[in-house]
């Protein structure tokens, strides 16, 4: 499919929107994407920093070499796939679904969403958020990588909201700033509507 969506076939009768269907509108902006932006360009200005924001379906990695850098997308996005990939939480396709897997993990942790749920019936999202130094890069970066969009818009809400960064703080005995760290989040959602992120799991390195 595009970039790492799974290949499904959709039927030709018609059915509720699926997730599918929905992630494959890659020219508009969705208002969480939107949303994610605001959040994450609010927080540079209240804190005084430059920050660059960078979509990932619209950038490169030598783009991520200049200053520090906030990207922001979805696990079925190239460049996501690629800077995850050497974490410990990283992105997995088979079949119709989308994980997050723990590599650590012997029992194949995983927390997954299915693409032909409809729409409206999701219940739960997941997202990873990391600070890390990059391999490819050399500086730290800051990803946002959600299986749908809803955790694109949760991960930013995590990092700009005084009240989910505190949270964030005690998940991570308060290293976040100084140590490499990655953490993954549920979202909840009711048709549609997503309930504040949870974090489900953290791992912290030097």
Request: aromatic letters at 10%.
């Amino acid at each position: 499919g595009p970039e790492g969506l799974p290949e499904v076939p959709l039927s030709g009768e018609s059915q509720p929107e699926s997730l599918l269907s929905f992630q494959r509108s890659k020219n508009l902006m969705s208002f969480s994407d939107f949303t994610s932006a605001v959040r994450l360009i609010s927080l540079a200005l209240a804190r005084n920093k430059e920050i660059k924001l960078a979509y990932s379906r619209d950038t490169m990695v030598s783009d991520l070499y200049a200053g520090s850098t906030v990207l922001a997308g979805t696990g079925d996005d190239q460049l996501i796939r690629l800077l995850s990939a050497g974490l410990r939480f990283r992105f997995e396709h088979e079949g119709s679904s989308t994980s997050i897997v723990d590599s650590q993990d012997t029992q194949g942790r995983k927390w997954s969403v299915n693409w032909l749920t409809p729409y409206e019936d999701l219940t739960e999202d997941y997202a990873i958020v990391w600070r890390a130094h990059g391999r490819y890069t050399g500086t730290y970066l800051i990803g946002i990588g959600g299986i749908t969009r809803f955790g694109v818009a949760a991960g930013s809400s995590l990092l700009s909201h005084p009240a989910a960064v505190q949270m964030l703080e005690r998940a991570t005995a308060f290293e976040w700033t100084k140590k490499n760290i990655e953490v993954v989040l549920r979202i909840r959602l009711n048709r549609g509507s997503p309930f504040p992120p949870d974090i489900i799991a953290t791992h912290v390195w030097e």
